[in-house]
């Protein structure tokens, strides 16, 4: 379960929407974009935005590589329809390109540049990850008369140590880092056969990291599904992450699901009040400089002795008197469902 918000504290954007609660959009990775016509928009990158870990300033390739990975259908990115008609992004410099269109969408500028599938990540940094699969390096390396031992240390070892780490930042078991480290070597275990079944879970494993490792990890969970056929249960409080990577999506609280449904369901039409007030606590919408970030009010329940009806109900701005019976969870809509008495009342929750 993510928004846009989250995400903003650590992707950049073209643009991104204005503080405060009245819609707009200022510059954000951008200090110029324009658009020139229905299906073409020029842009021109700031030169102080640079990717840790070595990856470099970011530039109009990121911009493009970002971009157009949405809309590659070997992806199935959930975010796929906010970028509707782009046909491509045109690199026309170090910092400036042109998105190109199919033909003219509107809402590009409210759903698509300034929120999730208009996050820049580094392309290198992606390419980095699984080098292994990318034999033209090894085979170019061969062609300059590199010898083994060179290939082994630049191009080998680098990645299977990387893998390991990453699954090791992910707490799995040593059988499961162990196969995956030999199946990359092309040894051992192969797809599908794991010894660790068909579900993959994954508590937390992106706590703490900077961003740089966070997209590995997302790349290296994605490269385990594939390869193995699993499914994979992300347990997070990142709701960037989240909306990045999952296509289903089950808010909990105190314990209890509140709401369950598609990743898209909840983050643009959230049913249930704990899952509305979670994501408006966005730093985004703070009109004016303050030391203070929105909370939600309240405290968490007595999970020892828990109270009677809702367990949102002493937090909730809705409560009322069929709120002293603990709801169940109904159908705010296909596939979506909440535990709140006013989605059951036929009200708006």
């Not at 929120?115 to 034999?135: P, Q, R, W």
Request: proline content about 6%; overall charge negative.
């Amino acid at each position: 379960m993510v928004d846009e918000e989250i995400q903003g504290a650590i992707y950049n954007k073209l643009i991104q929407y204005t503080p405060g609660r009245d819609w707009g959009w200022q510059l954000d990775a951008a200090t110029m974009i324009e658009q020139v016509d229905d299906t073409h928009i020029n842009f021109v990158l700031r030169d102080d935005i640079g990717f840790t870990n070595g990856f470099g300033a970011m530039s109009a390739e990121d911009v493009k590589f970002s971009f157009e990975r949405i809309i590659d259908d070997a992806l199935e990115s959930t975010n796929r329809p906010d970028w509707g008609p782009l046909s491509h992004v045109e690199v026309t410099g170090e910092r400036t390109g042109t998105i190109v269109l199919n033909n003219a969408f509107q809402p590009l500028w409210s759903i698509t540049l300034p929120y999730i599938a208009g996050n820049i990540v580094s392309k290198n940094a992606f390419g980095s990850v699984g080098g292994l699969k990318e034999a033209e390096f090894i085979t170019a390396e061969r062609a300059l008369g590199a010898s083994t031992l060179r290939i082994m240390g630049v191009h080998l070892l680098p990645n299977v140590l990387g893998t390991l780490a990453v699954l090791a930042a992910m707490d799995i078991p040593t059988v499961v880092g162990l196969e995956a480290g030999l199946s990359l070597l092309g040894m051992g275990v192969r797809p599908p056969t794991p010894s660790w079944g068909s579900l993959l879970i994954a508590d937390e494993p992106t706590t703490a990291l900077d961003a740089t490792l966070e997209v590995q990890i997302i790349k290296r969970l994605r490269e385990l599904q594939d390869e193995i056929g699993c499914s994979i249960l992300f347990i997070s409080h990142h709701l960037g992450v989240i909306a990045e990577l999952c296509d289903e999506v089950v808010v909990m609280y105190a314990g209890e699901v509140v709401e369950a449904g598609s990743v898209r369901d909840v983050f643009h039409n959230p049913a249930h009040p704990y899952t509305r007030a979670l994501l408006e606590c966005d730093p985004g919408h703070i009109k004016e400089k303050t030391r203070n970030l929105p909370t939600i009010p309240g405290n968490i329940p007595d999970l020892v002795s828990f109270p009677r009806g809702c367990i949102f109900a002493d937090r909730c701005p809705q409560r009322h008197d069929a709120c002293t019976e603990h709801p169940v969870l109904s159908e705010a809509s296909a596939g979506h469902r909440a535990a709140c008495h006013l989605i059951k009342a036929g009200a708006p929750a």
